[in-house]
Structure formats: structure tokens, C-alpha cells
């Protein structure tokens, strides 16, 4: 197995990293705020689904949302929009407000409801479908435990790779890199997990800077990265082989993480950086330089 970072052509590689997150959850500056654009490809987080339906009670609705991270979820709003009752992976069934899930865990979970017990039949509706990609695939390839987190990772094919992060019995993420990505990264509380897209498994805790300081900061390994903040959100702009990336990128409610050869840096949405440097047997913060 190789377990050293695929060098990128160019510049860095962006993947997004945040659990059950919108594809919108990042920006990006403007083309003309960037000038030409560095050849960095941009993963969307596409593994969650959502659609509302009416309930079976008057006047409310169901939220449905089918992720692969955390399983499916549904949940019984009101008519303000506040949430009464919800079933998820914890609890599947929910007798006293009529709510199920069948398949909570599935690739094809079913939401059911009624509004009353005893023999009333219940109303089933599919869960919105997620792409082919966003379920695991193949045989299991390897186990990796951290403390309370379990790491199974399935083989479908070379380069095919894609794992469940499980805590506690409850799963909380999935990773999945395409060939063009590299690798996909997912922080679990305190702990990034990182899968290549040859089925390494990498980990790390702590590496970060206690606040965010605008700024130049010197990585452990050769690259530098800038942070700056803009219409109030924290940005990143990361060398790569000692030249400047053209584009700087925007955390908007989730982390986002860079990588270029063998670094991995991540910034998160409270303006902190993180980061990894495969072979190093202890990973250090990125250091501040200068504004």
C-alpha cells in the first residue's frame, strides 16, 4: 500500500471536511480578487440529502434527511418550524408521535408515519436518494481504532476505497476521495481522519493554533500558509513547493481543508489552523510569522 501523499501537477488540492454539511457550506474569492486560477479542484459535500413533506398531522411537516455520514433523520415540526419529535439512528421508532424509520442505516432507508396507534396504517415515503458514491462499496479492507472511534474501510476496485467512521455503535461520518482528490478528510470532535484514495487510514488530534491570527504561518514542513479574514469569514492561501496558490478560500460554517504534496492544512470556521505532514512521527501547529 502506498501511504505517501500523491504529489499534485500544480498547486493544492481542496476537499471539503465537515460532517453532514452543505455544498454551499465554503467560498471562494472572485476570478478578478484571484487573478488566474490555480489548478485546485473544489469536492462539494454531496452526501446529504434533504426534502420537507407534508405530515399526516394538519398544518405540520417533515424534515427527511438521508446522510451518509450519520444515517437518515426525520423530524416533526410545527407550523413555526420548531421540531416536536424526531427518529434517527438512536432511536428508529417513536410509537407516541407515530414516527419510523426502516432501514435507518440503509442505502434505501423508508420513512414512515401515522396519526394514530393500534391497527392505523402507516404512510410510508422513500428518503431522498444519495449518489452511488456515498455509500461504501466492496469488501472490508481494514479496521482502525481511535479511542472511542472505529474506522471500517471497504475495497471496491483499485483506488476505489470509502469508509464508515463509527463512535460509541453510532456511525458519524464518511469518507469517500475520488481519484482526483486524493484523499477525503472528516474531523470527529477533536480528531481529523483522513482516507487516500489508495485505502490509508491517517489521524491526528491537536496541531492547532489556540486563535486565530491574520497572518503569515510556517507549516512543519516546508509550506507556508496565509490567513485573512474578509466580509467576516476566515480564508486560507497555501504555498505549494514554495510558490503561492492564486486562490484563497473561504470557511463558511465548515472547515476547509488544503493539501499539497504531503501536507494537509485545515481551516476551520472559528479562524484556527490545523495541520498534518505525512512522516512525521509528531505533528506540531502551524507557527505564526507575520501580518
Given at each position: 500500500m502506498r501511504t505517501a501523499l500523491r504529489a499534485t501537477t500544480a498547486a493544492l488540492v481542496l476537499l471539503g471536511a465537515a460532517i453532514a454539511a452543505p455544498?454551499?457550506?465554503?467560498?471562494?474569492?472572485?476570478?478578478?480578487?484571484?487573478?488566474?486560477?490555480?489548478?485546485?479542484?473544489?469536492?462539494?459535500?454531496?452526501?446529504?440529502?434533504?426534502?420537507?413533506?407534508?405530515?399526516?398531522?394538519?398544518?405540520?411537516?417533515?424534515?427527511?434527511?438521508?446522510?451518509?455520514?450519520?444515517?437518515?433523520?426525520?423530524?416533526?415540526?410545527?407550523?413555526?418550524?420548531?421540531?416536536?419529535?424526531?427518529?434517527?439512528?438512536?432511536?428508529?421508532?417513536?410509537?407516541?408521535?407515530?414516527?419510523?424509520?426502516?432501514?435507518?442505516?440503509?442505502?434505501?432507508?423508508?420513512?414512515?408515519?401515522?396519526?394514530?396507534?393500534?391497527?392505523?396504517?402507516?404512510?410510508?415515503?422513500?428518503?431522498?436518494?444519495?449518489?452511488?458514491?456515498?455509500?461504501?462499496?466492496?469488501?472490508?479492507?481494514?479496521?482502525?481504532?481511535?479511542?472511542?472511534?472505529t474506522v471500517k474501510t471497504y475495497k471496491a476496485g483499485p483506488q476505489v476505497f470509502s469508509s464508515y467512521i463509527v463512535e460509541n455503535g453510532k456511525r458519524v461520518g464518511f469518507l469517500h476521495p475520488s481519484p482526483n482528490a486524493y484523499r477525503d478528510v472528516r474531523k470527529v470532535g477533536a480528531r481529523y481522519i483522513s482516507l487516500t484514495v489508495d485505502g490509508g487510514i491517517h489521524s491526528w488530534t491537536g496541531a492547532t493554533t489556540v486563535s486565530p491570527k491574520l497572518g503569515v504561518y510556517k507549516l512543519a514542513a516546508t509550506e507556508k500558509v496565509r490567513l485573512v479574514k474578509k466580509a467576516g469569514l476566515y480564508g486560507v492561501q497555501m504555498t505549494s513547493r514554495g510558490a503561492w496558490s492564486n486562490w484563497t478560500y473561504f470557511a463558511k460554517g465548515k472547515s476547509v481543508i488544503l493539501q499539497s504534496d504531503n501536507t494537509i492544512v485545515v481551516l476551520n470556521a472559528n479562524g484556527t489552523l490545523s495541520n498534518f505532514v505525512h512522516g512525521f512521527a509528531h505533528q506540531t501547529a502551524p507557527v505564526w510569522k507575520n501580518a
Open positions: 455544498a454551499t457550506a465554503f467560498a471562494a474569492s472572485s476570478p478578478a480578487e484571484q487573478g488566474s486560477p490555480a489548478r485546485t479542484e473544489v469536492v462539494a459535500e454531496n452526501c446529504v440529502k434533504t426534502k420537507t413533506i407534508p405530515s399526516v398531522f394538519a398544518g405540520m411537516t417533515v424534515k427527511l434527511t438521508n446522510s451518509a455520514h450519520t444515517g437518515a433523520k426525520a423530524q416533526l415540526r410545527d407550523e413555526k418550524g420548531k421540531v416536536v419529535a424526531a427518529v434517527d439512528q438512536s432511536k428508529p421508532l417513536d410509537l407516541s408521535s407515530g414516527l419510523r424509520i426502516d432501514g435507518v442505516l440503509s442505502t434505501a432507508p423508508v420513512f414512515k408515519h401515522r396519526s394514530q396507534g393500534g391497527d392505523t396504517p402507516w404512510t410510508a415515503v422513500a428518503f431522498p436518494k444519495l449518489p452511488k458514491e456515498c455509500n461504501t462499496a466492496g469488501s472490508l479492507y481494514s479496521t482502525t481504532k481511535y479511542g472511542s472511534l
